[in-house]
């Protein structure tokens, strides 16, 4: 297919707005009498509010309002975690309500509490997260497939490892949940909110529920977000603002501090599993079993199943049993951290494959290569065909780029001049995320306006690179240059239809599928005018760059300037949405290649070098697809070397709630420009706009374990937790 703007250089929409410091956030706005407000937090890991008074706090001269679990939906009597939400208080100034906070006075009873998920599987101790049981469904997951004994008896090796825990880090956007709401009473009670948003209809919804109010009453507008990575999916942090706005008639901000962000919001969840595998002489992958345990949180999160998933969509394997247990503890909620359980799940099979390749004595790309799935077979988790599938070319690509045949070594076997020793790692897997439609239905609009331009109108939040990636998408279908379509309304409940969620790296064929249907809709409508001017029938017609022309005879041609500018021809607004596909699975991946510096005396280790590849299907925004590849490798980099949380399990708090402690890389802890590449495997998805999928998200599975399995090339020795801290690599090697 011949395409004229996707896949071409271009810009994002508002880039120079947000590098400018123009472009509107949540908390740059600013109404008349508005308030702020503080919480109050629980300081155990576990307990019940038996009484609060709020007196002296309402007393204090500029406190409006304070709100417990009796005013506040979600607010709970039992506190499952330190840091949950005890009371909220609304101020005409930020320290006033700060200092309110001291004065509420809070009677508990301290529960008992567990912060060791092995310990709290046992449910000898309950969290109270979950009434009778710590675990998240109260049984665990289970997927089979053949029978692992026999797959087990017909392998030549078998390697059989406990690894974990997988990190656990916070989102950590530059800026975290913040809610501004106000009511309008005229004729009926209307409750606008503004927020940081992946799903502003979704929260809509959540807020109506929470509030006992049609929909229609709702307004959730979201125009600028700084980054979500999953954790604004939700509405507690709205329902704060709306609650204390109502009782105080004013409008209300609730910006969360970065400390309250470590301790509310979602943070990534942490795994650990008991592996087992066996394959033939010849590296057949012949069984698997693993046994996962996931740290939930004090809440009950995302489940098990998206740890499981890389270990069963990604190989050819007959014989698999896993088995997963969510496990409920008493330290703050877990939830999706970009590409959810993936990152942890591909951590832990990709080391076991690493260690399985080594017993065979073979090259773990080569091993990598025989066993990962191709596009001719099925999907091990639905059964169904590929839509699309490039694993095996992103693997072949990141392992031509990076020079693997010549630099891969025997574990330990490389000492650099410097006297640091060299590793080189690889790591692959098949992403679930990317999909082209299974979150429900799209609804983008597009008005055409009388001089041949378009607005689209997409009900979406504006994060990264989607409003541009849509412009593209649309322009390409409408067949008129870029700059000929404009983004009209974003994330605006009120003004726009519901485009789904930012989530699962679903945007782009989610939404682009329903954008080519509403430009279709437009086409359809202009065409028929145009064939009444041209003299010809619809269908003969064609469009390429605003030209509509017969498609037999080019030089008959008019264009959408000349039909829309007619005034007796009626204003044309085209309506589309995505259709639903259950006959193909999408599946994305991705595969990095890194190299390390290890310093056995310190414990230092440095990322020299990372190359990615990642299959995406047809690119529609090159530079925007970088990008997201380029935040991958540094993400990577920051969960495996630097990223920790430090929870002190005897009295069930966090330690270190702050950008601070959390430790995260600048520039001096990447490699180099020239020491970074990034790969697109282009192929054509059957299902998705113009052959794309999704990107977000399936770049961020793999440099993490990559990472992991250099470290292992270079000291030859396994790391129990992911973070190659300086302290973790001495403790691994002996000497910490």
């Known amino acids: 297919m011949s395409l004229s703007v996707v896949g071409k250089p271009a810009l994002d929409n508002f880039g120079m707005a947000r590098v400018l410091g123009r472009w509107k956030f949540p908390p740059d706005q600013h109404l008349d009498g508005m308030l702020y407000t503080k919480i109050l937090r629980c300081p155990y890991p576990h307990a019940k509010i038996t009484n609060i008074d709020a007196s002296a706090a309402l007393a204090l001269p500029g406190v409006m309002a304070v709100a417990t679990y009796k005013d506040i939906p979600y607010f709970a009597q039992e506190l499952t975690y330190a840091g949950a939400e005890v009371a909220a208080v609304a101020a005409t100034d930020p320290d006033i309500a700060d200092e309110a906070l001291d004065l509420i006075k809070v009677t508990y009873t301290v529960l008992p509490f567990v912060c060791d998920p092995d310990t709290a599987k046992t449910n000898a101790t309950l969290t109270g997260v979950i009434a009778g049981t710590n675990i998240v469904g109260g049984a665990p997951t289970v997927i089979t497939a053949g029978d692992t004994?026999?797959?087990?008896?017909?392998?030549?090796?078998?390697?059989?490892?406990?690894?974990?825990?997988?990190?656990?880090?916070?989102?950590?956007?530059?800026?975290?949940?913040v809610a501004l709401a106000v009511w309008a009473n005229d004729s009926a009670p209307m409750l606008t909110v503004w927020t940081g948003s992946q799903n502003p209809f979704s929260q809509r919804a959540q807020l109506a529920g929470y509030l006992n109010l049609p929909i229609n009453q709702v307004r959730v507008i979201t125009h600028g977000t700084s980054g979500g990575?999953?954790?604004l999916h939700t509405a507690e942090w709205c329902c704060v603002a709306a609650v204390l706005s109502k009782m105080t008639g004013k409008p209300v901000l609730n910006q969360l501090s970065r400390i309250d962000n470590y301790l509310q919001a979602i943070r990534q969840y942490r795994n650990k599993a008991h592996i087992k595998l066996g394959a033939k002489s010849d590296g057949t992958l012949m069984a698997m079993e693993a046994t996962v345990i996931l740290d939930s949180g004090g809440n009950t999160g995302f489940g098990v199943g998206d740890t499981l998933s890389p270990m069963q969509i990604t190989y050819r394997c007959p014989n698999m049993k896993l088995t997963g247990y969510a496990v409920t503890t008493n330290t703050p909620g877990t939830g999706a951290w970009k590409c959810v359980g993936e990152p942890g799940g591909t951590w832990l099979i990709e080391q076991a494959i690493d260690d399985l390749a080594y017993k065979l004595?073979?090259?773990?790309?080569?091993?990598?290569?025989?066993?990962?799935?191709?596009?001719?077979?099925?999907?091990?988790?639905?059964g169904l065909p590929f839509s699309s599938l490039a694993a095996v070319d992103c693997l072949t690509k990141a392992r031509d780029a990076s020079g693997w045949t010549s630099k891969w070594h025997a574990p330990g076997a490389k000492v650099l001049p410097d006297g640091r020793y060299h590793g080189i790692g690889v790591a692959s897997f098949i992403c679930n995320k990317g999909p082209v439609a299974v979150y429900g239905t799209t609804s983008p609009v597009i008005f055409a306006a009388r001089d041949g331009t378009f607005h689209l109108n997409i009900g979406m939040s504006n994060i990264q690179e989607s409003a541009r990636e849509q412009t593209m998408i649309c322009a390409e279908a409408?067949?008129?240059?870029?700059?000929?379509v404009y983004i009209g309304e974003v994330g605006d409940t009120s003004a726009s239809q519901d485009c789904g969620m930012q989530g699962g790296s679903s945007r782009t064929g989610h939404c682009g599928n329903g954008v080519i249907a509403a430009a279709n809709d437009i086409k359809a409508q202009v065409f028929a005018l145009a064939a009444v001017a041209l003299g010809v029938t619809a269908d003969k017609l064609s469009?390429?760059?605003?030209k509509i022309f017969v498609t037999a005879d080019p030089t008959k041609s008019t264009d959408y300037a000349t039909i829309l500018g007619n005034g007796s021809n009626p204003a044309i607004v085209g309506r589309g949405y995505n259709v639903m596909h259950y006959d193909q699975t999408t599946r994305t991946g991705s595969t990095t290649v890194v190299e390390v510096a290890v310093d056995k005396d310190t414990g230092q280790v440095d990322v020299t070098s990372i190359v990615i590849a990642d299959d995406i299907g047809q690119v529609v925004f090159?530079?925007?697809a970088l990008g997201?590849?380029?935040?991958?490798?540094?993400?990577?980099?920051?969960?495996?070397?630097?990223?920790?949380e430090d929870i002190d399990t005897n009295v069930g708090v966090m330690m270190n709630p702050a950008f601070r402690d959390h430790g995260y890389p600048m520039m001096t802890d990447t490699p180099t420009p020239s020491s970074t590449q990034a790969f697109f495997a282009e192929t054509h998805d059957k299902l998705g706009p113009f052959g794309a999928k999704g990107l977000g998200e399936p770049p961020v599975g793999s440099p993490g374990p990559a990472i992991a399995n250099a470290v292992y090339n270079a000291i030859g020795v396994r790391m129990s937790e992911q973070n190659v801290a300086v302290v973790n690599v001495l403790k691994a090697l002996g000497k910490g």
Do not use: C
Request: proline share 5%; aromatic share 10%; no cysteine.
């Open 149 to 177: 004994a026999a797959g087990f008896a017909a392998s030549n090796q078998v390697i059989e490892n406990d690894y974990g825990w997988s990190a656990t880090y916070q989102h950590s956007p530059l800026f975290g949940r």
């Open 229 to 231: 990575f999953g954790d």
């Open 622 to 624: 090159p530079i925007g």
């Open 543 to 546: 469009v390429s760059n605003g």
């Open 478 to 484: 409408l067949g008129v240059p870029l700059e000929s």
């Open 628 to 644: 997201q590849m380029r935040a991958a490798m540094v993400h990577g980099i920051g969960f495996t070397t630097m990223w920790h």
């Open 361 to 382: 004595n073979m090259d773990p790309v080569a091993f990598r290569l025989k066993n990962l799935l191709t596009v001719s077979e099925k999907d091990n988790a639905t």
